[in-house]
């Protein structure tokens, strides 16, 4: 059953409130795990190029007995390609991996600033829109600066902003400046990957137990209720079942304050990762 739960983004359209993530998901088995998430209920599936894992997805829509026009594929442009022409091209590449006819979603990964070509990258999709190629446009990683120099140059603002989000790094004030923007967070790796104990932080724990829910669960739920949009992992269909079983019950205000309290700032980034430092090249 396909989750009921959606968020409206700023270009009119819907997006469902929790998508599948498929970092390091790839092959056969990744196929397998696509088609599993779909068939427990997922309708938004979240790649990269630089996944190298696009091939996959594709065959996992095109086996699935869900109507490609109830799935939302999104994907994200690689550093190697914020030259304008070459965003251009590396969107049609990335279609004809997929083998699709256009993506319903699609990010600049990183802004690299660094290289300082990402307005051309996000006037590449501003027109890869307009041509028919992507129905909804976003970012990834943006910071304030980087949000402003895009919607000043182009005067078409995100409609997303994927960004690092978990209890030990919430982000908060990021997720205020989109929402100031009007622009909807997603969270990448809201569970800290498996490089912190976020998991098994007893707070978390404490917090869960108290309304009958996982950790897991509980970190979604934090999430939602902020007005912010998760983008999970999980190859078990327990997982991923469990995953969308989140929408019965609402965090009390002193949960949520509790669980922003785990905050530790930038030590608290899964990998060290700041948008104005990272490097992504490839």
Do not use: C
Not at 65 to 75: C, D, G, L, Q
Not at 91 to 119: A, V
Not at 181 to 194: N, V, Y
Not at 207 to 235: A, D, E, F
């Amino acid at each position: 059953m396909e989750q009921l739960e959606k968020f409206r983004l700023n270009d009119g359209s819907t997006i469902p409130a929790v998508g599948l993530g498929t970092v390091n998901v790839q092959g056969a088995k990744g196929v397998n795990s696509v088609l599993s998430a779909l068939e427990n209920g997922y309708r938004l599936i979240d790649t990269s190029t630089n996944y190298m894992n696009e091939g996959m997805v594709g065959e996992a829509i095109r086996r699935s007995n869900v109507p490609r026009e109830e799935i939302m594929v999104s994907s994200k442009l690689p550093g190697a390609a914020h030259d304008y022409d070459k965003a251009i091209t590396m969107i049609q590449e990335s279609l004809y991996r997929l083998g699709l006819d256009y993506f319903d979603k699609y990010l600049i990964h990183w802004p690299l600033p660094k290289q300082d070509k990402y307005d051309q990258a996000w006037q590449a999709l501003v027109d890869a829109q307009k041509f028919g190629l992507i129905k909804t446009i976003g970012v990834s990683n943006f910071l304030e600066e980087h949000l402003n120099k895009i919607i000043d140059k182009t005067g078409v603002t995100p409609a997303t902003n994927q960004i690092e989000r978990h209890p030990y790094f919430n982000n908060n004030e990021l997720v205020e400046t989109n929402k100031k923007l009007g622009i909807l967070s997603e969270a990448w790796s809201p569970f800290g990957r498996e490089i912190n104990d976020v998991i098994e932080h007893q707070t978390i724990i404490d917090i869960g137990q108290k309304y009958g829910k996982s950790p897991t669960q509980t970190i979604l739920r934090w999430n939602i209720q902020n007005g912010v949009m998760p983008i999970v992992k999980s190859s078990s269909s327990e997982h991923q079942r469990a995953n969308l079983n989140i929408f019965d019950f609402s965090l009390d205000e002193e949960d949520i304050k509790a669980i922003d309290a785990l905050d530790q700032g930038e030590p608290g980034r899964v990998e060290g990762q700041h948008p104005n430092e990272y490097e992504e090249y490839s």
